[in-house]
């Protein structure tokens, strides 16, 4: 019994020997082909490591979906939208105008629209040339003229000047869609929306959320992995950080501090110091998008942003 027990431990030990050889051999030939191997580096989360499995169950997905939501909430605890508005009407007209430019841009060209044209009645009546004339800032500006007054004709028309609260009311405005909707419902009503901008497209697919590509069905892969009262307040953490630190050509990966979750890890920079200099808003040490930003913001050493035409 113990001779073959003996014997066996030496077969073993030649396997092995054998099969560190062919591993050693391989190793030295790429090498002298000039192509190393590849060598993946783990990055840790506090003390622990998390890799996101190649084929994840459905459990496993919603569990790390929900912490980058929470390390996400960790770093922004003061998302909020990016756009100023003091009413429901402010918000939908500027997210109307948001549209293939930038909430920056959309907050230095609405005070001068919202002081000649406060309600929806003044804006329906507007002369369409003088609104094309502030709006031009924005780009796209003729269409823009005729999606705003069009919804204020609307507003004046069908809901007595005031801004409805429902999801079906709201999607009949002209120029006004599902994400326009649950952006004002979410942060005008406090009714829960899921925002599927171009930002929290690009980050759910790189996440590994879902692999949809038509907006209404990542809007409910998406909603299907967290609590609905949770979805507004997502919206901001995953825009806010594709704006950030996870750009569309070039992200921010040695700065990133969900890198260990995300399969994605790896696409952009990843050397800590370059990966720094890629950092936008106030995490680059730069002012934000709004003009007048919440006291939160500002109190976490966020930076307004200046009016139009300022130097």
Not at 226 to 235: I, M
């Amino acid at each position: 019994m113990g001779e073959q027990s003996l014997g066996d431990s030496k077969k073993t030990g030649k396997t092995a020997k054998k099969v560190a050889a062919k591993k050693v051999t391989a190793t030295r030939k790429a090498v002298a082909g000039g192509k190393p191997p590849a060598v993946k580096k783990a990055v840790p989360v506090g003390k622990a490591e998390v890799k996101p499995a190649a084929q994840e169950s459905r459990t496993a997905l919603v569990r790390r979906a929900r912490r980058i939501n929470r390390e996400l909430a960790a770093v922004y605890p003061y998302a909020h939208p990016e756009l100023d508005f003091e009413n429901p009407f402010q918000l939908l007209v500027a997210t109307v105008l948001s549209a293939q430019t930038t909430d920056l841009r959309v907050n230095q060209t609405t005070p001068a629209l919202f002081a000649k044209y406060p309600t929806p009645e003044d804006l329906a009546a507007a002369n369409p040339d003088e609104v094309e004339e502030i709006l031009r800032p924005c780009g796209f500006f003729r269409a823009k003229t005729r999606s705003v007054i069009g919804l204020s004709k609307a507003l004046a028309e069908d809901f007595g000047g005031e801004v409805p609260g429902r999801l079906e009311d709201l999607v009949k405005l002209p120029g006004v869609g599902r994400k326009t909707a649950f952006v004002v419902l979410g942060n005008a009503f406090g009714r829960p929306g899921i925002t599927v901008d171009t930002h929290f497209q690009r980050l759910v697919r790189r996440w590994q959320w879902t692999d949809e590509t038509d907006p209404d069905k990542i809007e409910a892969a998406v909603g299907a992995l967290f609590p609905k009262g949770e979805w507004t307040d997502l919206s901001h953490h995953v825009i806010w950080h594709g704006r950030r630190i996870c750009h569309a050509r070039k992200p921010a990966c040695g700065a990133c501090p969900i890198a260990p979750l995300c399969p994605a890890y790896g696409e952009g920079e990843t050397d800590p110091e370059k990966a720094n200099k890629l950092l936008k808003y106030e995490k680059g040490g730069f002012p934000g998008q709004r003009l007048k930003p919440p006291q939160a913001y500002l109190d976490a050493g966020g930076k307004p942003a200046a009016p139009l035409g300022a130097v």
